[in-house]
């Protein structure tokens, strides 16, 4: 890591987990060991004036998670330049978003993305489009930094001479942290007089700057806070807020943090309300007393993450890649807290199920850059084995399909759209086993 580059902070963080990995630390969180999330503020509730929202803008920035390549969907490059309407791109989006707000309020509103040794290039290229995005001298982005990945069976760092960069990894979202102090961004947002950041994942667009949580984060004097969804019985997975209780604070317990035998409590929407959207807000000032204190080790839980050296190839080598998520440091923050937000600030794309469903006619894309749903969103399930890659999916699906009446699509087997159509009620398209099927442009699909 040092021959490559990698900053001493970064490889102190490393370290500290690798010693963890060798111990046999899991990370796991029992359920006999926390309470459930409770009597937590919710946004719905907020009102605060245009003078407060604009007096916590002043000193907001925004930051978007970027260092995803999609290689769930077979991309090979940053997940936020799909297309998400006509010509326009998460990131455009994203760009359109904070161009409004800043607009409206006069606020300065600085946005950076945090990019891989991967997506960087991508991305800055795509910004180009934006000349008015950058605010002063800060960077459109940092990059987060990386870490090798680690042979399943010695835990040694793989060797992959096919493509020595499959060798690299990033360190997971956790290193946000990490990232912004060795990049100096996090002293250069304070040096301009900016105290509060909101986080998110760039392939999420429901997650758009909001003067009003802005006003409350500032007026909380909370040092870091989460936003949390309620619960449904479609998200039984992914990570939830507990309460701690040998101490009170919040902790973030991941679905791979989860003992199998707590897991019917885990996954129980009555029990565990809350799920966590991965948006977050934190004082800078905080954060850098913080990463002074612990000597740039901020200490966030370990995560082992089993793969292979080569994602395309299932028979490379084992390997174990070290990662940590930001949202667990919620319980290093004395005075941590959360937030009940609307279902409309999560809307991410992980699937082409997901993509589907934004680039629909059940999302309006308004003038300020939020994509808002004018009817209940239905449920999209595409069959993997023809939909899963990007470029499959673009060439069966070409044009955006209409959904706004649809309660639910299923498409099973070597199906393709040949152009826009419209779903009404709960339907499922079939092709024969063996055998493909097209759908007109123009078809009206109904339930039975």
């Not at 159509?421 to 007109?440: K, L, W």
Request: hydrophobic share 40%.
């Amino acid at each position: 890591m040092h021959t490559a580059g990698v900053p001493q902070q970064a490889i102190d963080v490393f370290s500290d987990f690798y010693a963890q990995l060798e111990s046999g630390a899991s990370g796991a969180i029992r359920e006999s060991d926390v309470d459930p999330l409770r009597d937590i503020d919710a946004v719905a509730d907020l009102a605060f004036s245009p003078e407060e929202a604009r007096a916590a803008a002043q000193v907001t920035a925004i930051v978007k998670l970027n260092g995803g390549l999609g290689t769930s969907m077979g991309m090979d490059r940053a997940k936020s330049l799909l297309r998400v309407r006509e010509d326009a791109t998460f990131l455009d989006i994203i760009a359109r978003q904070v161009t409004y707000v800043r607009e409206n309020l006069g606020a300065r509103l600085p946005l950076l993305f945090m990019d891989s040794f991967r997506t960087r290039d991508d991305t800055l290229a795509a910004l180009v489009r934006h000349p008015d995005l950058a605010y002063g001298d800060l960077p459109l982005d940092f990059l987060q930094n990386r870490e090798p990945k680690l042979r399943a069976d010695t835990l040694a760092p793989v060797d992959w001479p096919d493509d020595p960069s499959l060798e690299w990894c990033p360190p997971g979202h956790g290193d946000l942290y990490t990232a912004l102090q060795t990049s100096g961004v996090l002293d250069r947002l304070i040096g301009e007089g900016f105290r509060y950041v909101s986080v998110s994942n760039s392939d999420n667009l429901g997650a758009a700057p909001d003067p009003q949580m802005m006003a409350w984060f500032a007026q909380s004097g909370a040092p870091y806070a989460a936003e949390v969804c309620e619960r449904t019985p479609a998200d039984v997975k992914g990570g939830h807020l507990v309460v701690r209780k040998r101490d009170g604070r919040l902790v973030l317990r991941e679905t791979a943090q989860t003992a199998a035998e707590d897991e019917q409590y885990a996954t129980d929407p009555q029990r565990h309300r809350y799920f966590h959207t991965n948006n977050l807000w934190f004082d800078l000032v905080r954060l850098r007393e913080v990463l002074n204190e612990r000597r740039g080790v901020i200490g966030l839980p370990l995560i082992r993450n089993e793969k292979t050296v080569d994602p395309t190839d299932p028979s490379s080598p084992k390997v174990v890649q070290i990662e940590s998520a930001m949202g667990a440091a919620v319980e290093v923050f004395d005075g941590a807290t959360a937030i009940e937000v609307p279902r409309s600030r999560f809307l991410p794309v992980k699937t082409t199920n997901d993509l589907a469903l934004l680039r629909s006619d059940v999302y309006e894309l308004g003038a300020d850059g939020r994509l808002r749903a004018g009817s209940a969103a239905p449920l999209v399930s595409l069959d993997r084995d023809y939909f899963t890659r990007i470029a499959d999916f673009e060439r069966r699906v070409p044009e955006p399909l209409s959904l706004v009446r649809a309660t639910r699509l299923r498409v099973e087997g070597d199906v393709s759209f040949e152009g826009a159509a419209t779903v009404i009620g709960d339907v499922t398209v079939t092709a024969p086993q063996g055998e493909s099927r097209n759908v007109a442009a123009g078809t009206v699909l109904r339930a039975g």
